[in-house]
């Protein structure tokens, strides 16, 4: 059987003089760069520069647009309404995606950010707002989802291509939505512990929760987070893994649902 699977990572969340990330070092082993759009992290220089060094390393462009939330890093949930959403999104796609055509580019997808993309999982105002907002920028967009999620659903719905995500360094609660970060255990840690999750995750379509629970799920694009300690080493380690275990790494092309599977 053979596998595929896309890599990405969070990107371009350097802001002013504060730097955040290996962004450099980790695009030579990934294959999409999620880049800040300036609401939660980034700004107008790192934005072009991370562009920049993706085309570079012929990776996958896409926006991270999150809650306008500077100081919480956009982790923090906020009482947004779903047309607060559909604003934000639509401002910095266009935003990433202008400086993308600055350099002769496009955006191949969107993935929200931190509460937002929480938020999506599992509220489907929200979600819609997302997909839509994704949809009228431009409808060639593959809108990344946590997989099984109402975002998926809500990209699908929306006529989007969706790629459902995964993650190598965050456990998974029974009801396939990832454990918040404020509780023990959402982040795993262990470089051999993340790799046989993703190993799971994608050969068998399955992922073990933290209580035991075997999980069912689509992998199309894992994520990698560049700015947790020894990302680069992690990333490195894990396409050697893939490659021995006969598994793809390419850009996520996304699916489209069928009437069959409506």
């Given at each position: 059987m053979a596998w595929t699977i896309d890599l990405n990572c969070d990107m371009g969340e350097s802001f002013g003089a504060w730097k955040m990330g290996n962004d450099e070092d980790v695009l030579p082993y990934v294959t999409s760069a999620n880049i800040a759009c300036g609401f939660h992290a980034g700004d107008p220089g790192t934005m072009r520069r991370t562009v920049a060094a993706a085309l570079q390393h012929n990776v996958a462009i896409g926006a991270h647009p999150g809650l306008p939330d500077l100081v919480g890093f956009g982790r923090r949930t906020m009482d947004v309404?779903?047309?607060?959403?559909?604003?934000?999104?639509?401002?910095?796609?266009?935003?990433?995606?202008?400086?993308?055509?600055?350099?002769?580019?496009?955006?191949?997808?969107?993935?929200?950010?931190?509460?937002?993309?929480?938020?999506?999982?599992?509220?489907?105002?929200?979600?819609?707002?997302?997909?839509?907002?994704?949809?009228?920028?431009?409808?060639?967009?593959?809108?990344?989802?946590?997989?099984?999620?109402?975002?998926?659903?809500?990209g699908f719905e929306a006529g989007l291509s969706v790629a459902q995500e995964v993650f190598a360094d965050r456990s998974y609660q029974r009801n396939g939505l990832l454990t918040p970060r404020s509780q023990p255990g959402a982040m795993i840690t262990d470089v051999e512990q993340a790799t046989a999750q993703v190993l799971q995750m994608v050969k068998q379509g399955t992922v073990t929760s933290v209580d035991g629970h075997v999980v069912q799920l689509t992998a199309n694009t894992l994520c990698i987070h560049g700015d947790q300690p020894d990302a680069v080493e992690f990333a490195r380690h894990l396409r050697a893994v893939l490659a021995r275990e006969g598994v793809t790494v390419s850009w996520a092309p996304g699916s489209r649902q069928t009437n069959k599977e409506a």
């Amino acid at each position: 059987m053979a596998w595929t699977i896309d890599l990405n990572c969070d990107m371009g969340e350097s802001f002013g003089a504060w730097k955040m990330g290996n962004d450099e070092d980790v695009l030579p082993y990934v294959t999409s760069a999620n880049i800040a759009c300036g609401f939660h992290a980034g700004d107008p220089g790192t934005m072009r520069r991370t562009v920049a060094a993706a085309l570079q390393h012929n990776v996958a462009i896409g926006a991270h647009p999150g809650l306008p939330d500077l100081v919480g890093f956009g982790r923090r949930t906020m009482d947004v309404s779903a047309q607060d959403v559909y604003d934000l999104v639509v401002v910095q796609v266009g935003a990433l995606a202008a400086v993308a055509a600055s350099q002769g580019a496009r955006l191949h997808h969107v993935k929200a950010h931190g509460a937002l993309y929480n938020m999506a999982a599992s509220r489907s105002d929200i979600a819609a707002a997302i997909a839509s907002a994704v949809r009228d920028v431009d409808t060639r967009l593959v809108l990344f989802a946590l997989a099984g999620s109402a975002q998926v659903q809500a990209g699908f719905e929306a006529g989007l291509s969706v790629a459902q995500e995964v993650f190598a360094d965050r456990s998974y609660q029974r009801n396939g939505l990832l454990t918040p970060r404020s509780q023990p255990g959402a982040m795993i840690t262990d470089v051999e512990q993340a790799t046989a999750q993703v190993l799971q995750m994608v050969k068998q379509g399955t992922v073990t929760s933290v209580d035991g629970h075997v999980v069912q799920l689509t992998a199309n694009t894992l994520c990698i987070h560049g700015d947790q300690p020894d990302a680069v080493e992690f990333a490195r380690h894990l396409r050697a893994v893939l490659a021995r275990e006969g598994v793809t790494v390419s850009w996520a092309p996304g699916s489209r649902q069928t009437n069959k599977e409506a």
